[in-house]
């Protein structure tokens, strides 16, 4: 009878098929760890074989794996920071980072593209009105750096410079301590001496949940005297802030897929040096920036019926008569305002919807050109990349 016990090179692929653990370092309580361990999650658990292990760098477990039980860990998923301080070096398992500082030297890192974020904020802003801005930021972290350079890079090819106003850690308010009032001062000083309106980036949602605390203080209004975009979409500092924040949403679930799509390439042979940057998705617009700066209250009030309707299919004969004036004469007033037509802004502000929804990837192409009133799909197409510079279909799928 043949003998139907697993041979010893059976036996090895099926250990070997056991030990895809991975272990994601991380700190649960910060929104952005938080989502990309849900997005890694979300990957692992396509995959039968593999055992995710969420751990978080303050309480990590006693029995920290060493060199000498390799066999525990399949590969690791986390900051670099964190995986420094457990094994500092000593665990040969494969190693994934994300949301890297920098470019990590042996290439295996997904992060942020974090100038798109600056650029993606100044989009925003110059598109509501504002022509004066403003950088609030950490001198000390790379994030903030690279937001700070793509916000105001996008603003001079407008001919504009921002202010730039860049904090230490120890001097940001959003880190508590025992001079909390006097790093609120000092911020309170700062607002009350920008130009008036203003639009502000803040570097993350958490200090612009400050700026406008400090707003508050200093009696400005927003969004008439300051405007003000953070960045995260992180529900937290919105409930805190007094007011909604707008917020630049940045992918962080999709950097957890693909830091663990990343790490299975690893255990597969992978070993080319792989670094990849997601770009955000989309400006949540909320009461920070819910206006238009437009000196016109006619084109202002135009302006706030077309971005309400960004959806329909509209005639600039419905806009006009929906703010009360002739077609003539709102087409003269948007000239001389924006230098535009009605027209063109209405079909501008449509394909900026579709490249949000696009950007999500969630919706296809034909799914988003019917959402936006086309009804032909080839149609949208050709006045998407007219507008864009790009395919519909190559923007959705410039996420991996």
Same mark, same amino acid.
């Given at each position: 009878?043949?003998?139907?016990?697993?041979?010893?090179?059976?036996?090895?692929?099926?250990?070997?098929?056991?030990?895809?653990?991975?272990?994601?370092?991380?700190?649960?309580?910060?929104?952005?760890?938080?989502?990309?361990?849900?997005?890694?999650?979300?990957?692992?658990?396509?995959?039968?074989?593999?055992?995710?292990?969420?751990?978080?760098?303050?309480?990590?477990?006693?029995?920290?794996?060493?060199?000498?039980?390799?066999?525990?860990?399949?590969?690791?998923?986390?900051?670099?920071?964190?995986?420094?301080?457990?094994?500092?070096?000593?665990?040969?398992?494969?190693?994934?980072?994300?949301?890297?500082?920098?470019?990590?030297?042996?290439?295996?890192?997904? !992060?942020?593209?974090?100038?798109?974020? @600056?650029?993606?904020? *100044?989009?925003?802003?110059?598109?509501?009105?504002?022509?004066?801005?403003?950088?609030?930021?950490?001198?000390?972290?790379?994030?903030?750096?690279?937001?700070?350079?793509?916000?105001?890079?996008?603003?001079?090819?407008? @001919?504009?410079?921002?202010?730039?106003?860049?904090?230490?850690?120890? =001097?940001?308010?959003?880190?508590?301590?025992?001079?909390?009032?006097?790093?609120?001062?000092?911020?309170?000083?700062?607002?009350?001496?920008?130009?008036?309106?203003?639009?502000?980036?803040?570097?993350?949602?958490?200090?612009?949940?400050?700026?406008?605390?400090?707003?508050?203080?200093?009696?400005?209004?927003?969004?008439?005297?300051?405007?003000?975009?953070?960045?995260?979409?992180?529900?937290?500092?919105?409930?805190?802030?007094?007011?909604?924040?707008?917020?630049?949403?940045?992918?962080?679930?999709?950097?957890?897929?693909?830091?663990?799509?990343?790490?299975?390439?690893?255990?597969?042979?992978? =070993?080319?040096?792989?670094?990849?940057? %997601?770009?955000?998705?989309?400006?949540?617009?909320?009461?920070?920036?819910?206006?238009?700066?437009?000196?016109?209250?006619?084109?202002?009030?135009?302006?706030?019926?077309?971005?309400?309707?960004?959806?329909?299919?509209?005639?600039?004969?419905?806009?006009?008569?929906?703010?009360?004036? =002739?077609?003539?004469? %709102?087409?003269?007033?948007?000239?001389?305002?924006?230098?535009?037509?009605?027209?063109?802004?209405?079909?501008?502000?449509?394909?900026?919807? *579709?490249?949000?929804?696009?950007?999500?990837?969630?919706?296809?192409?034909?799914?988003?050109?019917?959402?936006?009133?086309? !009804?032909?799909?080839?149609?949208? !197409?050709?006045?998407?990349?007219?507008?864009?510079?790009?395919?519909?279909?190559?923007?959705?799928?410039?996420?991996?």
């Amino acid at each position: 009878m043949r003998d139907m016990r697993p041979s010893k090179d059976d036996r090895h692929k099926t250990a070997s098929a056991a030990e895809r653990q991975i272990i994601f370092l991380g700190e649960p309580g910060a929104y952005a760890d938080r989502e990309v361990c849900l997005g890694a999650a979300e990957y692992a658990a396509e995959h039968p074989t593999w055992v995710f292990d969420p751990w978080s760098v303050q309480i990590a477990p006693a029995s920290v794996p060493t060199s000498a039980d390799p066999q525990l860990v399949g590969g690791i998923l986390g900051t670099e920071r964190a995986v420094q301080r457990l094994w500092r070096g000593r665990l040969k398992a494969p190693v994934v980072y994300f949301l890297p500082e920098e470019a990590h030297p042996e290439g295996y890192a997904v !992060g942020i593209d974090e100038v798109a974020v @600056g650029e993606m904020a *100044a989009e925003h802003l110059w598109g509501r009105g504002y022509r004066q801005f403003a950088f609030i930021g950490s001198s000390e972290t790379a994030w903030s750096r690279g937001r700070g350079t793509g916000f105001e890079s996008w603003l001079a090819a407008k @001919g504009t410079r921002p202010g730039s106003y860049l904090f230490s850690m120890a =001097t940001l308010p959003v880190y508590w301590s025992e001079h909390l009032a006097r790093h609120n001062q000092r911020l309170q000083h700062l607002v009350s001496k920008l130009p008036k309106p203003c639009g502000v980036l803040a570097a993350n949602d958490f200090i612009a949940c400050f700026v406008l605390h400090a707003a508050r203080h200093q009696r400005c209004r927003v969004p008439e005297d300051l405007g003000v975009v953070g960045v995260d979409n992180d529900p937290l500092p919105n409930a805190a802030a007094g007011l909604a924040i707008s917020s630049v949403e940045l992918p962080f679930r999709e950097v957890g897929r693909q830091a663990a799509r990343l790490l299975g390439e690893r255990w597969r042979g992978r =070993t080319a040096a792989c670094s990849i940057r %997601l770009p955000p998705i989309r400006v949540v617009v909320r009461a920070s920036t819910d206006a238009f700066m437009t000196e016109h209250p006619v084109v202002r009030k135009a302006q706030f019926y077309i971005e309400s309707r960004r959806t329909d299919w509209m005639s600039v004969k419905d806009v006009a008569r929906a703010v009360g004036t =002739t077609q003539v004469t %709102l087409g003269r007033h948007f000239q001389r305002e924006l230098n535009t037509t009605p027209s063109d802004y209405m079909r501008c502000r449509r394909i900026a919807h *579709a490249a949000e929804r696009l950007r999500q990837g969630e919706a296809k192409v034909y799914e988003v050109a019917a959402a936006c009133g086309y !009804g032909s799909t080839s149609y949208f !197409g050709r006045v998407f990349k007219q507008l864009t510079g790009q395919r519909p279909g190559s923007l959705r799928h410039s996420r991996p």
